[in-house]
């Protein structure tokens, strides 16, 4: 069954206007599952654009731009498209993501947020999710690797968005005053004459400086050893793994204690086999596969997010590469760029740095300066060279077609994309025209 447009807005209306309220994220399904769930019962899984709007939510986890966190951008999700924004970025485990989500619309249109884990096998897990009625997630990395953030807009919504990927640790500071530079030795450099690696990070401060314990959690274990000295080993409550405090001149907490963030668990000094260096914490954490980085856990150095300078006010606007040869890259750092040719159409999505991310005429994304794009104003006047000739709306010869041209008809020439070129008729008709059948 094909629904008709009227019957789909029809039956969309009466579907918003069901929504329930903000949604639980203690439920087994995710917003967005729920909402494609509600589809598939009305039947609009079987329209072309509810089949679009399934087929775009697969794809975008496929298809992902590569960005650095921290990250912003502003986009536009327009009403008459199957819009979608997806994001893959590197964590490492420990690291603490916090994703915020803005919108801005008169229509009040739902956008579904998700987080997922790109595993080894290639397949996705879903990890966190929300809606823009509560659009802030915040995330623990449990491994280090490659996340992906789907953003997806309801059917015939639209609307401004602001997203912004910032990332911190998951932990505290493992002393009360807070300096990145007490760091100064870091896990896995070589140790005895590289005979070991070091499984942990150390922390330089006075001698005494009271250490703390970074969470809520269970003191598990105070006792000695020849390379630590004395000893603080801790649990965080529902963590799968252990931190460890040594070289202690002084062990305050005892076994089985439960401590507060902030709790002081002993007195930072030099034992064990520190007794020629300075007064030091060594901060390790345990997992049942053995030590991971520390660092990521606790590292109280926290980037700021990037300011947007590209010109928000042209978003979902048409444009064209100005430049004979323009960048083009999945990746917002433009590493293994292509080039598109001078006048290609793109259409812009989103504005982040001094950067655009645009959609080409065959649906494929990336990322390109905003100084390398011009709007898409007449560039000169052409005429059609062989008569009957079919204007497109998109430039493939299986397209729709929108009207005929006969030959000597006059169109001025906006842009281009592969083997045909983007015009406007006398009449304000704009669609696309095979290359070979203008001329001059």
Known sequence: ???????????????????????????????????????????????????????????????????????????????????????????????????????????????????????????????????????????????SGDYVLRLQPELLGSGSYTLELSIGPSLGYPLKVINRKQIQSFFGVGRDNNSRKHEGIDIFSSFRTPVVAVSEGTVTRVNENNLGGKVVWFRPKDKDYTLYYAHLDEQIATTGQEVRLGDTLGLMGNTGNAKTTPPHLHFGIYTS????????????????IPSINADISKLNLTMRTSAKQTSFSASQQLTNAESLAQYTVVRILSASSNQYKVELPNG??????????????????????????????????????????????????????????????????????NNKVIKL
């Open 364 to 433: 494929k994304s990336g990322y390109i300066s905003s100084k390398s794009l011009t709007e898409a104003k007449p560039i000169s006047t052409r005429k059609i060279a062989v008569g009957n000739q079919s204007l497109f709306d998109n430039p493939n010869p299986l397209a729709g077609i929108k009207m005929t041209l006969d030959v000597g008809q006059k169109v001025s020439l906006l842009g281009n994309f592969e083997n045909f070129q983007l015009v406007s008729t006398s009449k304000g008709e704009i669609g696309w025209l």
């Open 289 to 304: 596969e053995g030590a991971v980085d520390p660092l990521p856990f606790v590292d109280p150095l926290i980037s700021s």
């Open 1 to 143: 069954m094909r629904f008709t447009p009227y019957y789909l807005v029809l039956i969309l209306f009466l579907f918003q206007a069901c929504k329930s309220g903000p949604f639980n994220l203690l439920k087994t399904a995710s917003p967005h599952q729920q909402y494609e769930r509600k589809l598939v019962n009305a039947g609009l899984n079987q329209s072309s654009m509810g089949e679009r709007w399934i087929t775009k939510a697969n794809s975008l986890l496929q298809n992902a731009s590569t960005v650095k966190v921290p990250y912003k951008e502003t986009g536009y999700f327009a009403s008459d498209k199957v819009d979608g924004a997806s994001l893959k970025f590197n964590l490492q485990r420990g690291q603490m993501l916090t994703a915020k989500l803005s919108k801005q619309s008169v229509s009040g249109f739902a956008i579904y947020m998700d987080i997922w884990e790109l595993k080894d096998n290639g397949e996705y897990k879903n990890l966190a999710f929300a809606d823009s009625l509560g659009a802030e997630l915040q995330l623990e990395a449990k491994r």
